[in-house]
């Protein structure tokens, strides 16, 4: 990858890298869009995880930056000695002005390298702020638990800047860690808007026609690691339901993804024969943009999320969205207008959102073109480029 003459160098610190979930896929698009903006990647992460489907993201990553120092057992949170050694060879033979890391638990082999190297250290966080347990989602004990956690952590490593991807992290920090505002930057997660766009007439009908979706089928879309926290049991009955309520609906759930619980769902969607015509497992896809061109709504009934980087690119695909409140949402979707929320762990909730969707065509086209239009706004790779390269850049000056 050719980069601009006197380029900086951040170095990007992961615990572990997932090349087939959200995380992956916005280091994917911060490197490439940094490098507009006059820096170099280097990464560090833990082990890295993929299969042969998501292969290919790994060896894009690996292609766009400068250096990725892979260390096994990487324990960021207690790094040990050997590790910490690599860490700092890394940065002194590349030079690296900043450390990025991507999750909180990052910080403290951060905090350490920054002692060592001088190399100024923030981070982004990603994971919701939410529980994977359902019961457990509004506990406000549970929140105070954790927000008197990182409170200890952010104390005791001393970032510079926080980078909050969603409104809902961002008031989180604020009010319930009570990180100061100066510190706080809200930069929403942003999308390649060159692949993620409306299609022309042709460009939809040639991806229904290659994916043999009929004319008249809605195709609801679900993309996303294939895992139960992402709702796929939810949707999955949501469907049941709508089709027993109407039965002369015509609709197709459509799941793209992989992970380690795929076996587990897919005899969950297809284990009464009756509905099981229903469900299309497609596994993970590297033209994601046609598979969006083919889709009509894009349902994610996550229990919890750090933003949803799926919805954003959907909504600029031309999608209309229907999600749960969990991180991302209140970017994303003003409810009834861009998109619908639903709430969590609810499928009859959502098989009511679905049905008039479902149903009626004229309804989900107004309501994409709303919705396409506020991803294009908000959702840019660019902005999120330039906002991040500028805090670089202002703490660079600042020290």
Not at 19 to 46: F, P
Not at 290 to 299: E, I, K, L, P, R
Request: contains cysteine; proline residues 4%.
């Amino acid at each position: 990858m050719s980069m601009p003459a006197g380029a900086r160098t951040v170095g990007f610190l992961l615990r572990a890298m997932y090349c087939n979930d959200g995380v992956s896929s916005h280091v994917e698009t911060l490197i490439r869009a940094l490098a507009a903006n006059g820096w170099k990647v280097v990464v560090i992460s833990g082990h890295v995880h993929y299969d042969a489907q998501s292969k290919m993201r790994y060896d894009r990553i690996r292609s766009m930056v400068a250096h990725w120092e892979i260390i096994d057992g990487l324990n960021t949170m207690l790094p040990s000695p050997a590790h910490i050694a690599r860490c700092y060879r890394v940065i002194r033979a590349f030079d690296i002005a900043i450390l990025h890391g991507h999750g909180f638990s990052s910080l403290p082999c951060a905090a350490l390298l920054r002692l060592l190297t001088g190399a100024q250290c923030l981070a982004t966080f990603h994971p919701s702020i939410h529980s994977s347990q359902p019961h457990e989602i509004a506990s406000q004990a549970r929140r105070r638990q954790q927000s008197v956690k990182y409170r200890l952590l952010l104390s005791a490593t001393r970032p510079f800047a926080l980078i909050a991807t969603s409104l809902e992290i961002s008031d989180w920090l604020r009010d319930d860690v009570g990180i100061s505002s100066r510190k706080v930057m809200h930069i929403p997660l942003g999308i390649d808007s060159d692949t993620y766009r409306l299609p022309t007439p042709d460009e939809r009908l040639a991806a229904r026609s290659a994916l043999r979706f009929a004319d008249d089928e809605c195709i609801l879309l679900l993309a996303g690691r294939l895992s139960w926290n992402k709702g796929h049991d939810l949707l999955i009955d949501a469907a049941r339901s709508l089709k027993s309520r109407r039965p002369d609906a015509k609709f197709r759930v459509v799941f793209v993804g992989s992970g380690d619980q795929e076996s587990e769902i897919r005899q969950y969607a297809l284990r009464h024969a009756d509905t099981a015509h229903l469900f299309t497992f497609m596994g993970f896809v590297e033209d994601l943009a046609g598979v969006y061109w083919a889709s009509d709504v894009f349902v994610l009934p996550s229990r919890y999320e750090g933003f949803g980087l799926v919805v954003a690119e959907a909504m600029c695909a031309g999608l209309l969205p229907v999600r749960t409140p969990s991180g991302g949402a209140r970017d994303q979707i003003v409810d009834g207008e861009s998109g619908f929320i639903t709430p969590f762990d609810d499928p009859e909730s959502l098989g009511r959102i679905l049905e008039p969707l479902v149903c009626d065509a004229r309804l989900r086209e107004r309501a994409s073109a709303v919705a396409a239009l506020r991803g294009r706004a908000l959702f840019s790779q660019e902005g999120m480029a330039q906002k991040t390269a500028a805090l670089y850049e202002r703490h660079l000056k600042s020290v």
